[in-house]
């Protein structure tokens, strides 16, 4: 059974950065799909990207794209959202989750492991 924690999350001024970390077990990153969700408070978990088990990265919300970078270290079985330029409606609690396809889905129904999540908060 997979297991996923992810930390390095915390409170930052905008325009500021944070590299959050996802580390798993039970899995194998090269045979999985792995995301990044965020869910805000009164709002739907919402997908932030995610890496298929072909490498392949995607960006689910325009606002995300040029300012966050998905990456892996196969050999830490740890996974990485690099975010830039953070700004206040980037708040939320940041989840990676696993899905068994080996494909990637911006649904949170199609994936079948989470971590416990990790507050991000984008404040002066």
């Known amino acids: 059974q997979a297991q996923l924690v992810e930390s390095g999350g915390g409170l930052v001024q905008p325009g500021g950065s944070l590299r959050l970390s996802c580390s798993t077990s039970?899995?194998?990153?090269?045979?999985?799909?792995i995301a990044w969700f965020r869910q805000a408070p009164g709002r739907a978990r919402e997908g932030v990207s995610c890496?298929?088990?072909?490498?392949?990265?995607?960006y689910y919300p325009n606002s995300v794209k040029g300012r966050f970078t998905m990456s892996r270290d196969n050999a830490k079985n740890t996974v990485y959202l690099q975010m830039n330029s953070l700004k206040a409606d980037d708040t939320a609690v940041y989840y990676c989750?696993?899905?068994?396809?080996?494909?990637?889905?911006?649904?949170?129904?199609?994936?079948?492991?989470w971590g416990q999540g990790t507050q991000v908060t984008v404040s002066s």
């Open positions: 989750a696993v899905t068994i396809l080996r494909y990637c889905s911006g649904s949170a129904d199609d994936y079948d492991y």
């Open positions: 890496r298929s088990a072909s490498g392949s990265t995607t």
């Open positions: 039970g899995v194998i990153l090269d045979d999985i799909a």
